[in-house]
């Protein structure tokens, strides 16, 4: 809170005599609530990458993007896979699915309770116009899931143009992307194939976009179709103490056989209309589906997972001068089946672990209301309350088989109410102050409450709760651009998977944490970034096991969550055509268990860039990831017994084409 304040007494007096606003300052933001508003009044920390720096980027994964923006680092696994983190520690199993909220336009890539932990591959990043993403619980928008943030991608507007870009790289990487748009609409396609870099992980992929904007009467109508496949081959962990730095190991897989396949399409209509002057309606019919099947390459015995679900849902906002109010609705039916081929290995035993199949029901009522305290004070308070029942059908003999145990036919329902409330202080264009009090909440997901193991019992797993208080700052100083968030959390009922892999239904953490950004524009030549994040995740309870590395202390680290990371970056303009940049990414060290008892010592990777611009049509670009050919791991943890490592890309070059008319 000392280094808040000072920082805050520190640029405010400048702040306020700033003679302009560039554009970077007065961003328009769609993600809050579902319409455009000013991300410099909004009163939470909300970060864009626009089409500009996606495509400086060119990422070939989520991370390469979304890890340049504070508060979030994603742990890289293999091919399209990846962990996350959004003010919180690396959350795996049940807790990573269900703790941040992927979008696309708006609208969840999954059924809350049927989420993805690898969620992000099946958005269309690589054919974004932009993506935001939001810090913290989400507005009241935004239900189950939007715990620690959400992500949104959004796709480009009809706008009369062709675009497309290609990518390859020294290891075979080799990639299209490209749109065709008139003034009604757009088809997007992305296609990759890599061979990756380690034995038996490359992976296909294929994403199609469909969208058309049409007027119907006095609504305004946006159809949208997208679809997804991928075929992977899967490198599972190397093992071992520092095994990422073996240049004997980090290139191989253990797992050849491992794979995963996964196919999701969706749909949705978009429509609004406006009553009156300064009053308007949001109806959003869609539906969803995916199917997917991979090895559980992670866990010993590595058995074969089925899921799958489908989901019809609308999401309908009535908008005010200063009020909304909402309800939404949506159905699914999902199925679950775990079989594992290979011999028994320790509770992990041959044969059916689970095959059952999973109805739910989400509603959820909604409402916002504000009002200015004085012309530069605005107050904004509102509530969520959600109500999921899940009808579960157990379609295989109940009982327990290892460390699996089976439960008859049942069904649970949760009901939580989540209060926001917020302030927002503007003393200038320039200068703006925010504070925020929301309750973040989620129904568990279906495998926490089906996926049982033998120490646990069915319905004893709660609804998770996370408490939340942020300030924040937003500030341009001349050229200079400058946020500043502080943030505490308080979370409860935290369900997640010891170092032993045993399900801990009850937990208890707590999260502080400081995030500051900025940009400076020192000439139309030389422009500077960066962000940096402090971050203390403790557990707050004691679980004490047979394990060492498993056990809890109150007070411990939670394992995965380092306290200190970030980035800076220099882009320079030598001549108009021209763009280079370098960037430095660092990560603190973390905890590798729970207990404590072994850490990561962190790394730093830097990255060039270069982009030319050969004519009005057609740019050339090229960028070395690992410039240092540093030997890191993009995921580290500790798990039955062993140091485990999804090693880091040693240093590669990609380049490419991009052209637009």
């Known amino acids: 809170m000392r280094i808040f304040l000072c920082l805050t007494a520190a640029v405010a007096p400048f702040c306020l005599s700033a003679a302009q606003i560039n554009s970077d300052f007065d961003e328009v933001i769609v993600t809050a609530e579902r319409r455009s508003q000013n991300r410099q009044t909004y009163p939470a920390k909300i970060d864009i990458l626009t089409s500009e720096r996606l495509e400086e980027i060119a990422a070939v994964h989520a991370a390469e993007s979304l890890n340049s923006v504070p508060g979030v680092h994603i742990h890289r696994g293999s091919g399209v896979e990846h962990l996350t983190s959004v003010r919180s520690p690396i959350l795996t199993g049940g807790a990573g699915a269900g703790s941040f909220l992927y979008l696309q336009d708006g609208i969840p890539l999954r059924a809350a309770g049927f989420s993805n932990v690898n969620g992000l591959f099946e958005a269309q990043m690589e054919l974004a116009e932009r993506t935001e ?13 939007a715990l620690h943030g959400l992500v949104n991608v959004i796709s480009p507007e009809p706008d009369n143009q062709i675009k497309f870009s290609l990518m390859g790289n020294e290891d075979g990487y080799l990639s299209f992307a490209g749109r065709a748009a008139s003034t009604e609409a757009v088809i997007s396609v992305a296609i990759a194939d890599d061979n990756g870099f380690r034995d038996y992980s490359g992976y296909e992929q294929q994403k199609l ?176 309350a959600e109500y999921v029942d899940y009808n579960y ?164 680290e939670v394992d995965s969550a380092p306290s200190i990371f970030g980035h800076a970056a220099v882009k320079v303009t030598p001549v108009q055509e021209l763009k280079l940049e370098a960037e430095w990414r660092h990560m603190g060290d973390y905890a590798l268990d729970p207990g404590n008892t072994n850490f990561y010592p962190g790394h730093d990777v830097m990255v060039l860039r270069g982009q030319y611009q050969v004519s009005d049509a057609i740019s050339l670009f090229a960028r070395v990831d690992n410039l240092l050919d540093t030997k890191y791991a993009n995921r580290a943890d500790f798990a039955f017994g062993n140091e485990r490592y999804f090693p880091g890309r040693p240093r590669t070059i990609f380049w490419g084409m991009r052209s637009g008319f």
């Open 133 to 145: 993403v939001f810090k913290g619980p989400g507005s009241v928008l935004y239900g189950s899931n």
């Open 209 to 384: 976009s469909i969208r058309l904007d049409e007027k119907f009467g006095e609504w305004d109508g946006s159809w949208q179709l997208a679809f997804q496949n991928l075929n992977q081959e899967t490198a599972g962990f190397i093992q071992g103490v520092d095994a990422y730095r073996d240049d004997a190991i980090r290139f191989t897989n253990s797992n050849p056989e491992a794979y995963r396949d996964s196919k999701s399409a969706r749909t949705h209509l978009k429509l609004s209309r406006k009553i009156g002057t300064d009053q308007s309606i949001q109806i959003i019919p869609y539906a969803r589906w995916t199917d997917m099947e991979f090895l559980r390459h992670f866990v010993p015995g590595q058995a074969l997972e089925k899921n799958g679900h489908w989901s019809v849902g609308s999401l309908n906002t009535f908008y005010g001068s200063n009020f909304l109010l909402g309800f939404d609705a949506e159905y699914t039916k999902g199925f679950l089946d775990e079989f594992q081929n290979n011999p028994s290995r320790f509770s992990f035993v041959q044969g059916e672990h689970y095959n059952y199949s999973v109805k739910a029901v989400t509603l959820a009522g909604y409402g916002e209301y504000d009002f200015d305290i004085t012309p530069k004070t605005k107050l904004s308070f509102g509530a969520r």
């Open 393 to 556: 059908d157990n379609l295989t003999d109940t009982g327990t088989s290892g460390r699996f145990r089976r439960v008859d036919d049942r069904s649970d329902n949760f009901f939580v109410v989540t209060p926001k409330l917020a302030i927002t202080h503007s003393l200038s264009d320039a200068l703006t102050f925010y504070g925020r009090a929301v309750r973040g909440a989620r129904a568990p997901q279906v495998t926490d409450l089906y996926s049982l193991q033998t120490q646990q019992a069915p319905g004893e797993i709660n609804s998770e709760k996370l408490d939340s208080l942020e300030a924040g700052i937003k500030c341009q100083l001349g050229d200079i651009n400058i946020e500043a968030a502080l943030y505490g959390m308080e979370k409860r009922n935290f369900f997640f998977r010891n170092a032993n892999g045993l399900n801990v239904t009850d937990g208890k953490t707590s999260h502080r944490g400081l995030e500051f950004s900025a940009k400076w524009r020192l000439s139309d030549f030389i422009e500077i970034s960066g962000n940096l994040n402090l971050a203390d995740h403790k557990y707050n309870f004691t679980d004490i096991v047979s394990s060492g590395s498993s056990s809890i202390t109150k007070g411990d």
